[in-house]
């Protein structure tokens, strides 16, 4: 089944300890993506991938780091949490730019509250 | 990117009438527009896309309307469901693609039995 997946679920973590959400996709797409979503304030995009080794800020880059070292995987990694943190992520992926292939396909969601 | 809004953020509709969802742009460099629908505790999930060449898009009961004069953006499912129930974001991106999708806040679409 193609899709993307995200662990964990739900993350209940402390201020300051690093953690990583980790994303893959089975559709060999080219472009992924890291959204956070919260109320009021709709799905922001955090850091994107054109492929693998090309990363780029989105809208809300700070506090967060990604790496794309292989086409599948897009982990999203929080060297030290803070409560403003606490948010709903999704990770995107999408066949690619080139050929006009911008809708995006999301993953569950992972959950995260930092205390 | 600039913002794309969406001008209700509840709308409850009859079970059989149809839905008209609502998006204002704000950017006229963008190219291409999506809804996504996303229900409680799952990630969006796309519905139906629209390039600013098109005005007009249908697909299984939705169907998309863009107005590039005023930059507006509709989405409207015929014969609403309960299964229709959840929110609805619309997104858009500039030619290209590369900065990626920009969402509008949402509207949770209510169905009344």
């Known amino acids: 089944e193609a899709q993307v997946t995200q662990n964990p679920r739900y993350l209940i973590t402390v201020t300051g300890k690093k953690l990583t959400v980790t994303c893959s996709q089975n559709?060999?797409?080219?472009?992924m993506s890291w959204y956070r979503q919260d109320p009021g304030l709709g799905l922001r995009q955090i850091y994107y991938s054109m492929n693998v080794e090309v990363t780029d800020k989105g809208d809300v880059p700070e506090g967060y780091k990604v790496s794309r070292k292989e086409k599948r995987n897009f982990p999203l990694i929080l060297e030290s949490p803070s409560p403003n943190q606490t948010s709903l992520y999704f990770c995107?992926?999408?066949?690619?730019?080139?050929?006009?292939?911008?809708?995006?396909?999301f993953g569950p969601g992972t959950r995260l509250t930092v205390t | 990117g600039e913002s794309v809004g969406l001008h209700l953020p509840t709308l409850s509709v009859q079970e059989g009438d149809n839905s008209i969802i609502n998006c204002a742009y704000s950017?006229?460099?963008?190219?291409?527009f999506i809804w996504y629908k996303q229900e409680s505790g799952k990630g969006p999930q796309f519905i139906i896309d629209?390039?600013?060449?098109?005005d007009k898009r249908q697909g299984q009961r939705v169907t998309v309307l863009l107005n590039k004069t005023v930059k507006h953006l509709s989405l409207q499912i015929a014969a609403t469901q309960p299964g229709d129930s959840a929110v609805y974001f619309c997104a858009e991106t500039l030619a290209g693609g590369a900065d990626g999708l920009t969402f509008g806040k949402g509207t949770h679409l209510i169905i009344q039995p």
């Open positions: 950017n006229s460099a963008s190219d291409y």
């Open positions: 995107a992926s999408s066949l690619g730019l080139a050929g006009g292939h911008y809708e995006q396909y």
């Open positions: 559709m060999n797409h080219e472009y």
């Open positions: 629209i390039r600013s060449n098109m």
